[in-house]
Each structure stands twice: as C-alpha cells, then as structure tokens.
Nanobody
Framework: QVQLVESGGGLAQAGESLTLSCAGS????????IGWFRQAPGKGREGIVC????????WYADSVKGRFIVTRDNGRKLVTLRMNALQPEDAATYYC????????????????????????WGRGTTVTVSA
C-alpha cells in the first residue's frame, strides 16, 4: 500500500524546536519533489517547504525561511523537517506529499502547491505552539 506517514508533532513553547518526519512506504521516493504543507484552523493550506531529489534542491516559504531545515534520505524513504525558533503562528497541522512520477526541481517550481502531481498525502501531524 502506497502511503506517507507524518510524525513528530506535539506541543512546544515559543522559541523551541520540533522535528517532523515523513516516512514513505509501498513505493520509492524516486525523482519526485516532496512538499511540506501546513494548515492552521480556519485558514487555507500553505505550502512551506519543497525538497527535491537532493538536499541542495530546496525551496522555503518566507514564513519559515531561516528557521526550518529539510533533509531527505531516499534510501530510508524519510524526509525530516527541523523546525527551529517556533512561533505561535507556526501552530498548524503539517502534511507531506509526494508524486509517484518524476517532477521538476524545487528550485524551479518553488511553492510545492504549484506541483499538480503531488497525489500521495499523509494524514498530518499537529503542532501546537504556546506563547
């Protein structure tokens, strides 16, 4: 069964760090970009991070640039998102998504929401940040 599973969410105080993981099973990550998205209650989904086949192919939204760091281990089918200096506005449910077909690099496309082929999604992991 093809699936992604996010983990690592929880409660943090402002200024603290959390690390989220996105684990794939049933398929290889291959040459697809992987997108991280988040959705806060009452708000739309926001694409925040994109990582391509190699770690140097990345894109970060301005809202997280300089604070969040994404890494990818294709052999382990694992993508991690290190979130530093968390702020209350980072509170949301975080999702990862991937395509089962090759995609253009993140450095070209940018916002992962612009990919039309990210059809495999996890169920999300929730991050709460207290002030």
């Amino acid at each position: 069964q093809v699936q992604l599973v996010e983990s690592g969410g929880g409660l943090a105080q402002a200024g603290e760090s959390l690390t989220l993981s996105c684990a794939g099973s049933g398929f290889g990550l291959g040459n697809s970009a992987i997108g991280w998205f988040r959705q806060a209650p009452g708000k739309g989904r926001e694409g925040i991070v994109c990582v391509g086949h190699t770690d140097d192919d990345t894109w970060y939204a301005d809202s997280v640039k300089g604070r969040f760091i994404v890494t990818r281990d294709n052999g382990r089918k694992l993508v991690t998102l290190r979130m530093n200096a968390l702020q209350p506005e980072d509170a949301a449910t975080y999702y990862c998504a991937v395509s089962q077909t090759p995609t253009p690099p993140c450095t070209i496309v940018g916002d992962p929401g612009l990919y039309r082929s990210l059809e495999v999604w996890g169920r999300g992991t929730t991050v709460t940040v207290s002030a």
